[in-house]
Nanobody, 124 residues
Framework: VQLEESGGDSVQAGGSLRLSCTASTDTVGPYCMAWFRQFPGKRVREAVAAVSSDGSTQYDDSVKGRFAASIDRAKKTLILQMNSLTVQDTAKYYC??????????????????WGRGTQVNVSS
């Protein structure tokens, strides 16, 4: 499975962005799909949001109420709608997918497939 992110850009604080992650597989239905981000100067990717195969979603506390993750199954695309962006949201955002549903949304679980990331810059 190949994943390709898009939608990263430079915006001012308070603005919005919509990230997309398109999968090369025939269907994204069976997959646990998630967004991670890597802050400047940091090596660890942190979980942002995840969508299970049943459509349930989980979010990191830092983005609850501001970000919304969803899957457009017809387009085989994972979406992250980001509103009320702050400077602290500046990071490279990665899409991940795994066929195993157990632990979908857990920040510590592993994923088999990753995209190359898309950069989001938020200025004050």
């Amino acid at each position: 499975v190949q994943l390709e992110e898009s939608g990263g850009d430079s915006v001012q604080a308070g603005g919005s962005l919509r990230l997309s992650c398109t999968a090369s597989t025939d269907t994204v239905g069976p997959y646990c799909m998630a967004w991670f981000r890597q802050f400047p100067g940091k090596r660890v990717r942190e979980a942002v949001a995840a969508v299970s195969s049943d459509g349930s979603t989980q979010y990191d506390d830092s983005v609850k109420g501001r970000f919304a993750a969803s899957i457009d199954r017809a387009k085989k695309t994972l979406i992250l709608q980001m509103n009320s962006l702050t400077v602290q949201d500046t990071a490279k955002y990665y899409c991940a997918a795994d066929i195993v549903q157990i632990g979908c949304g857990s920040p510590s679980r592993s994923y088999d497939y990753w995209g190359r990331g898309t950069q989001v810059n938020v200025s004050s």
